[in-house]
C-alpha cells in the first residue's frame, strides 16, 4: 500500500478539492491528481467524483475517509509529541466557531505570538461545530450551551446575555433593560429554531408563557440585522455578538433563562499537544 497515495487521497477527502489539497501538502496539483489516480486504479475502485464545483466522496471513499482522518490524525499526533520541545515557529490548526465574536480576539492574539501558524477557521451553527469538533475536521471549536460527552475536553469561556435587537430610534431604544414579559404578542424577526440564541429565547418563552408574534425566520445574523434596521420587527441577539451599527441598538432582556454559557473544546485525547494547548492558553487571557 502506498503512503503517499493514501495521504493524496486524505487530503482531497478532507478539502474537498485538488488545489486546497495540493496547498495542504505543498505539492502540485498534478501530483494530487496522480496520486489519488494511481490508488484508484490499482484497486480497481472509484473514491471521488468530481464535479463542476467540488469534489466528492463515493461511498466508498467516505468509509476510506474515515481511516485515513484517523491515521493521519494519528501521526500528526506522534509529530506533535516528538517536536513537543520545539519552539512554535511553523504549523496548522484547524478552527471552528459558531460564530466570529468570541474567536477573532483569539485569533488575533494567536497570530500576535506565533506569527507563524496558519489557522484555518470554519464558521457554521452550533451543530455543524460540534460535528466538525467529533469528526476531527477540527482540531478546537468555540461552542455555546454544548453538553459535556465522553471524550471531549471543555473550558468555559464566558456567560453572555440575550439581548433585543432594535431599531435605533425604536421607543425601547434607551432603555437599560427590557423585561422579556414586554415581547409578548411583539412582532419579531428571528434566527431558524436550531440556531442556540433562537432556542434559547424560545425556551424563556416558554417558561414565562410569553408568545411573540415571529414575522420571519431567517438563516444568518447578518440578515436579523438588516431586517431590525428595516423596521420589520424586533430581533434577538446573544451580548458577545451584537455588531457596531448606528442603525441598531440592543438592550439585554430581563427574566429567566436567558443566559449562555460558551466553551472552548477539544478531544480530550488532543488536549495536550502543543498547539492546542497554546491556543487554549491564549483563549483565556
Known amino acids: 500500500m502506498n503512503l503517499f497515495q493514501l495521504r493524496a487521497f486524505d487530503a482531497v477527502a478532507r478539502e474537498g478539492s485538488f488545489t486546497k489539497a495540493a496547498a495542504r501538502l505543498f505539492i502540485s496539483q498534478p501530483a494530487v491528481t496522480g496520486h489519488v489516480k494511481a490508488l484508484e486504479d490499482h484497486y480497481q475502485i472509484t473514491l471521488l467524483r468530481r464535479t463542476a464545483r467540488r469534489v466528492e466522496l463515493t461511498k466508498e471513499g467516505t468509509k476510506l ?61 452550533a451543530q455543524d461545530t460540534l460535528a466538525a469538533l467529533v469528526s476531527e475536521h477540527a482540531d478546537v471549536a468555540v461552542l455555546t450551551e454544548v453538553e459535556s460527552r465522553k471524550g471531549m475536553y471543555l473550558q468555559s469561556l464566558a456567560q453572555s446575555r440575550i439581548c ?74 446573544s451580548s458577545v455578538e451584537v455588531s457596531h451599527d448606528p442603525r441598531i441598538v440592543a438592550v439585554p432582556l430581563a427574566g429567566e433563562g436567558l443566559l449562555n454559557q460558551h466553551f472552548i473544546g477539544c478531544l480530550e485525547r488532543r488536549r495536550d499537544l502543543r498547539l492546542i494547548k497554546a491556543f487554549f492558553e491564549l483563549a483565556v487571557m
Open 65 to 125: 475517509a474515515a481511516i485515513t482522518r484517523a491515521m493521519f490524525g494519528m501521526a500528526e499526533e506522534a509529530q506533535a509529541l516528538l517536536e513537543a520541545n520545539r519552539q512554535l515557529l511553523t504549523g496548522r490548526l484547524e478552527v471552528a466557531a459558531d460564530g466570529p465574536h468570541m474567536v477573532m480576539p483569539m485569533l488575533a492574539r494567536l497570530r500576535a505570538k506565533f506569527p507563524g501558524i496558519t489557522v484555518n477557521l470554519r464558521l457554521g451553527n
Open 164 to 237: 433585543a435587537l432594535l431599531p435605533a430610534r425604536h421607543e425601547w431604544a434607551g432603555e437599560h433593560e427590557i423585561a422579556l414579559a414586554s415581547l409578548h404578542q411583539q412582532i419579531m424577526v428571528l434566527r431558524e429554531p436550531t440556531s442556540t440564541t433562537r432556542r434559547t429565547f424560545d425556551e424563556a418563552c416558554v417558561l414565562a408563557s410569553i408568545q411573540p408574534r415571529v414575522l420571519l425566520e431567517l438563516d444568518s445574523r447578518e440578515a436579523v440585522t438588516e431586517a431590525v434596521a428595516a423596521d420589520l420587527g424586533v430581533g434577538i441577539v
